[in-house]
């Protein structure tokens, strides 16, 4: 099993859900023998956001049961190695760059939105600006809702090392400004 089962972790994106439904099991038995194989892919790909969440917590399940210590230990050194490998400027940037796209797709979309409300002569002014500010909030939630969530792995966390004492000192006040400016 040693040799094949990165091939088979790799597998867990399949499209077909019945492919990966029958590899999660394969790999639930893999790990519930052979715990050291799939720990560490598993505890790592659940730290991640934008994976295939539950064939991984399936797998994390059978090796919590086994062993819960080695996978709390195991979370905790992927956190870990997290926290010393990417910098908080770095993880802004990444995550100010994501988004980038995204922000200007729905500005766009609300540009649009706004136009076609202001343009209907059925709606009162009042009526009107409250349907654009509920639009422009659902609009702009998610993007606001990423940058809270980042800022409250940064920001709003006590700096434990020197760099990121400096990153707080330099932009904690411009970014808390800024979140407020876009949730107002």
Request: aromatic share 8%; charged share 25%.
């Amino acid at each position: 099993w040693k040799l094949i089962t990165p091939q088979l972790l790799s597998r867990l994106h399949h499209p077909n859900p019945f492919v990966r439904q029958e590899l999660t099991k394969l790999l639930c038995r893999i790990g519930a023998s052979y715990p050291h194989l799939v720990l560490y892919p598993t505890t790592l790909n659940l730290s991640f956001e934008k994976v295939q969440q539950e064939e991984y917590q399936k797998i994390a399940d059978i090796l919590k049961r086994n062993n819960p210590l080695q996978m709390k230990e195991m979370h905790r050194w992927i956190l870990e190695l997290q926290r010393i490998t990417v910098l908080w400027d770095e993880l802004w940037l990444h995550t100010l760059e994501h988004i980038q796209v995204d922000a200007v797709s729905r500005l766009d979309r609300l540009g649009q939105d706004i136009a076609r409300i202001k343009s209907n002569k059925l709606l009162t002014e009042q009526e009107s600006q409250e349907i654009i500010e509920t639009t422009s909030f659902n609009t702009m939630k998610p993007i606001i809702f990423s940058l809270e969530r980042l800022c409250e792995r940064t920001i709003k966390k006590p700096a434990t090392s020197l760099v990121e004492k400096e990153f707080k000192n330099k932009y904690e006040q411009t970014i808390l400004n800024a979140l407020e400016g876009l949730e107002q």
